[in-house]
């Protein structure tokens, strides 16, 4: 069994800046895809950010420039930094992972959330 468990999530000021991290536990033989997401209040769940274990990444537009997905493999841990935080950014971000188990050859997981709010 594999559980992801967030933290780094909080309030913080316009502008701002906050680390999330994501790190996968259990029987894990390989991770192939570890990326973020978010809802807000009354909105879709969006994925923002993705990175491939090849190291390939992708953002979304209204985060571009200004949050990075990071992972190390051997660690089986990502992160996601936000920096120029803005209020439209408020929202409770999820951590995804597709990976290769001991038991079989994918599978998917979700983080619990953990809520970021920006506001003055």
């Known amino acids: 069994q594999v559980q992801l468990v967030e933290s780094g999530g909080g309030f913080v000021q316009p502008g701002g800046s906050l680390r999330l991290s994501c790190v996968a536990r259990?029987?894990?033989?390989?991770?192939?895809?570890m990326s973020w997401h978010r809802q807000a209040p009354g909105q879709e769940r969006e994925v923002i950010a993705t990175?491939?274990?090849?190291?390939?990444?992708h953002y979304r537009d209204a985060v571009k420039g200004r949050f990075i997905i990071s992972r190390d493999n051997a660690q089986n841990t990502a992160w996601l930094q936000m920096n120029e935080l803005r209020p439209t950014d408020t929202a409770v971000y999820f951590c995804?992972?597709?990976?290769?188990?001991?038991?079989?050859?994918?599978?998917?997981?979700w983080g619990q959330g953990t809520q970021v709010t920006v506001s003055s």
């Open positions: 259990g029987s894990i033989r390989s991770i192939y895809v």
């Open positions: 990175m491939t274990n090849g190291g390939s990444t």
């Open positions: 995804n992972t597709q990976m290769a188990t001991h038991a079989a050859l994918w599978e998917e997981y």
